[in-house]
């Protein structure tokens, strides 16, 4: 004897998590190549910008005064 909900789960077509053959492996979670090109050059600019402010303190404070 079969379930009536297993009958009309089998004639609906897969769901939009069902990965097809047509779609890529990991390509559901990979987002837009210009969003991961934003993302890492707004981290470097803030890698940058801190180490150009940690270094101005430190020339302010005299750290790389010879002596």
């Known amino acids: 004897m079969t ?3 297993e009958d009309r789960a089998a004639g609906e ?3 939009p998590d069902v990965p097809t053959a047509e ?3 990991g390509a559901a979670r990979r987002g837009p190549a210009w969003l991961v090109l934003g993302v890492v050059a ?9 180490t150009v402010v940690g270094l101005a303190l430190a020339w302010s404070a005299g750290l790389f005064g010879a002596g």
């Open 3 to 5: 379930d009536a909900h």
């Open 13 to 15: 077509p897969p769901g």
């Open 23 to 25: 779609a890529e492996p």
């Open 42 to 50: 707004a981290a470097l600019l803030v890698c940058c910008c801190s």
